[in-house]
């Protein structure tokens, strides 16, 4: 059995205990709200600790490679093996849940030669330096977070100027609506009118021809009568 002196054991037991971090950081994660600035640090902060586990991983795949021949027996080897692929598939399977292709699928999209020189990035470090490592990772993932806050805030405030030209658009056009429907009352109000004194015109048109008749009327009858007197 290995001693917890073991490098490769140290390493593997900090690995493990960083896994075990993020699982509870994810399980965390379900009982915040799904959007707002809270869960995206949340969110950020666990893909930063799987990227300083890959780290770790690679480490100790390093360290793996480095163990000196007959140092150890077949069967610890083996063992170590297995121990590291297990953490190695848990990891990959928390990096698929948040999308982080570019560690789960490292092998099938960079190829051999990157992981070969991802390996090589850790071989030569020691712990001290596998921090220093681990801290430049999470300073520049923090400067990417920083970045994308900012694409956010500005996204935000287009959103908000593009909202208030369009509240001012609906504006006008409920305006424009409301002018429409004071227009129309008016026109029909006008028509109403025109007809009504549409009708008085016809009206007024048939009491003139009466009174005309009757004129015409009487005039016959007085021309008549002075016929008939002065015959």
């Known amino acids: ?28 994660r379900g009982s915040l ?15 930063r600790k799987i990227t300083i586990l890959g780290t770790r991983l690679d480490s100790l795949e390093s360290l793996l490679a480095r163990i000196p021949p007959k140092s150890i027996t077949d069967k610890e080897m083996h063992k170590r093996q297995d121990m590291l692929s297990n953490l190695k ?5 928390m990096a698929t849940s948040f999308n982080m292709s570019n560690f789960a699928n490292r092998e099938d999209l960079l190829g051999q030669s990157k992981k070969a020189d991802d390996i090589s990035r850790v071989a030569g470090l ?27 805030l500005s996204t935000k405030h287009i959103a908000l100027a593009v909202n208030e030209e369009l509240t001012l658009h609906t504006r006008l056009i409920d305006d424009l609506e409301d002018h429409v429907d004071v227009t129309n009352s008016r026109l029909q109000r006008v028509q109403k009118r025109l007809a ?10 048939s009491c003139m021809c009466l009174l ?6 009487v005039i016959l009858v007085v021309i008549a009568w002075l016929i008939v007197k002065y015959a």
Do not use: F
Request: aromatic share 2%; proline share 3%; with cysteine.
């Open 126 to 152: 020691d712990n001290q330096g596998i921090v220093g490592l681990q801290r430049q990772i999470m300073k520049e993932q923090d400067e990417g977070l920083e970045k994308l806050e900012e694409t956010v």
């Open 33 to 47: 709200p799904q959007s707002g600035p809270e869960i995206m640090r949340h969110t950020s902060a666990i893909r």
């Open 196 to 205: 009504i004194l549409n009708k008085r015109t016809k009206g007024g048109c």
């Open 1 to 28: 059995m290995a001693s917890s002196s073991d490098p490769w054991v140290k390493e593997y037991n900090e690995a493990s205990r960083l896994a075990d971090d993020i699982s509870s950081m994810i399980a965390d």
């Open 212 to 217: 005309l008749s009757v004129v015409a009327i």
């Open 89 to 93: 598939s848990k990891a990959k399977q």
